[in-house]
């Protein structure tokens, strides 16, 4: 069965711009989460999707959103860039999303604000 | 507010060596308890998961963590250490009722030497 993708692997951008991130999940996977993992800060939840709404969301500003397909494929969007968005993102599925369901991270999307 | 913490930012084991990585935990009922490694470039992999029952858990790769409520501690070990265990692991306490409930620690990162 393949894995959780992501893509691109590596961004850059510059201050200001917006950027969308993708992720196909496993396939059968219906709930997707996105993850913001710096240096600083550590792994933190952004948002999850399950069936194309938004189940849950973290503590980030309005400029990250995303939205997912009916295929359960989700993308993320970061408008109006700052230095602060440069981070790794991670995209992680699970069948249900509940805390006992395994969730499986994809490699996740280095982007780099400039 | 639940919370975790490894008190440990940087290990360094030798190969065929045993390893201990602690885990302290906050949290006002029973805890739902995971350990993850991220290899460079890579997204996290679940090693094991703590829900309830048996407070020894066994995971993949010859990792096992041992739950110990006294101590709030959730420590993850492994009785020979390969050079491929090199990579950052992360600790995470969480709820039922969904992966945003789940808080991260900020990581230790193994270094195995020959």
């Known amino acids: 069965k393949a894995g959780v993708t992501q893509t691109p692997r590596y961004l850059i951008k510059t201050r200001g711009q917006q950027v969308t991130l993708s992720c196909s999940p496993i396939s059968g996977h219906r709930s997707v989460s996105w993850y913001q993992q710096t240096p600083g800060q550590g792994l933190q939840f952004l948002f999850e999707?399950?069936?194309?709404?938004?189940?849950n969301k973290g503590n980030f500003p309005g400029r990250f959103s995303g939205r997912q397909f009916s295929n359960s494929r989700s993308e993320m969007n970061v408008s109006t860039l700052e230095l602060g968005d440069s981070a790794l993102y991670l995209c992680?599925?699970?069948?249900?999303?509940?805390?006992?369901?395994?969730?499986?991270f994809g490699p996740g999307t280095r982007l780099t604000v400039l | 507010a639940q919370s975790v913490t490894q008190p440990d930012i940087h290990i360094t084991v030798s190969e065929g060596a045993s390893l201990e990585l602690r885990c302290n935990y906050s949290?006002?009922?029973?805890?739902?308890l995971f350990w993850y490694v991220q290899s460079p470039g890579q997204g996290l992999q679940l090693l094991l998961k703590y829900f309830s029952g048996d407070t020894l858990v066994q995971g993949i790769k010859g990792f096992e963590a041992e739950f110990k409520r006294s101590q709030s501690s959730f420590n993850l070990r492994k009785p020979s250490v390969h050079w491929s265990d090199a990579a950052e692991y992360f600790c995470?306490?969480?709820?039922?009722?969904?992966?945003?409930?789940?808080?991260f620690g900020t990581g230790t990162k193994l270094q195995v030497i020959p």
């Open positions: 999707y399950f069936s194309e709404t938004q189940r």
């Open positions: 949290y006002g009922a029973t805890p739902y």
């Open positions: 992680a599925s699970s069948a249900t999303g509940e805390s006992t369901d395994t969730q499986y």
């Open positions: 995470a306490v969480g709820a039922r009722g969904g992966y945003q409930k789940v808080t």
